[in-house]
């Protein structure tokens, strides 16, 4: 039988502060999104309340007055790292693992011959040990069904199991008929709201009249991604564990700015910044770009202020990945369509037209080695090495400027716990 299990942290960014922040145990708190503006994380005492994730900071003043809810300014540094960490823990238990995202991962458990709900139990205590990070486990014969039990452990929704740890194996079909019976189809992974709202409206409402739903009308209602979802609810697996994660087909990098922003020239930085954060990545990945977009929007929620949104895509005449070669491009582009007079509120870099950079086609006059690639080449490799040694920024552009006063507000931003030598946490 086929044993997929997810292992997922539970409100993963709160659980990161909670780490470093033992104080904050048992408070109402929530991470919020970059520059304070909404909520990205709850914890269970905020979602109690009813908080809604995407709701404003703003919006929630009355609620932070009566239950003291704590807001947090997001530190993806600290979450990044410490995914790492429960990825790394987490892989100990089998020889096949899928990271899904920064708070979820796959397991390959089939052909164990163990009690997976005992061996569940292991890999929640050794994760909460080793990182202090809490999760919990579902366990199916697809991706689709580990997904659903591992919500299901979440909620609580097999009692007679270990606590945090659901696997579907080992219910009896009666069981697995009346859980699936009271899970709302909304909660099946992929389903989504437009979807969930659909499938109402043809009658179908909870994930057992979506498994039993025929996979042909579900096709010609929806699409063959849903199909293979009304599969995989019937173990049928249609979604492989995938080891490696595929390379990113595009790459964005933008920021919603702590101020407004007026003059070209703070403009300038921002996208400088920005260009030189989205290089980064795509050198990570080995891969090169062929064309930028930069774009550039007004508050859209200041309708009494004069609004703009532009942008414009630069095709580059080589594909690149130097960090200085993106920025020059990503200027000529803001240059064309600043415009005087507006206030700014948010800016950004999108690379496209990405490929492996050993599968660029060679320059049939300069040739793939010639000198000045290789020494761009060079340079990037050693930015790249320093600034992963001695922490991001430590060597950049002067492009990027220095005081940076459009940066995005963090008032209430924990330290890097775990990637500053200068603010790790003190014993006494």
Known sequence: MTSIALIDGNNFYVSCERVFQPELEGKPVVVLSNNDG???????????????????????????????????????????????????????????????????TFLDLTGFNLNLVEYGQQIRQRVRQWTGIPVCVGVGGTKTLAKLANHSAKKVLVPAMAEGVVNFNQLSAGEIERLFGTIDVGEVWGVGRKNKERLYDMGIQTVRDLRDSSVSRIKNEFNVVLARTVAELNGESCLALEEVAPPKQQIVSSRSFGQPVFLLEDLNEAVVSYASRAAEKLRKQNHVAGAIQVFVQTNPFKPDEPQYNNGVTVKLAKQTNDTFLLAA????????????????????????????????????????????????????????????????????????????????????????????????????
């Not at 540094?77 to 990825?87: F, I, K, N, P």
């Not at 922490?391 to 990637?419: C, H, L, Y």
């Open 38 to 104: 909404c909520v990205v994380a709850r914890s269970q005492e905020v979602r109690a309340l009813g908080v809604a994730m995407g709701t404003p900071w703003f919006k929630l003043k009355d609620l932070v007055r009566q239950h003291g809810i704590i807001g947090k300014s997001s530190n993806y540094t600290l979450y990044a790292d410490m995914s790492q960490r429960m990825h790394a823990v987490i892989g100990q238990f089998a020889p096949e693992q899928e990271i899904y995202s920064i708070d979820e």
């Open 329 to 428: 491009a990503a200027l000529y582009g803001l240059k064309r369509i600043y415009k005087l007079g507006y206030a700014y509120k948010k800016a950004g870099v999108m690379l496209g037209a990405l490929c492996p950079e050993n599968l660029v086609p060679v320059d049939l006059f300069t040739g793939f080695d010639e000198p000045e690639t290789q020494r761009a080449r060079t340079l990037m490799a050693t930015l790249d090495e320093i600034n992963a040694r001695m922490g991001r920024g430590t060597v950049r552009s002067a492009g990027e400027g220095i005081q940076k006063p459009w940066a995005m507000r963090s008032d209430n931003k924990s330290k890097a716990f775990t990637t500053d030598w200068e603010q790790l946490p003190v014993v006494n």
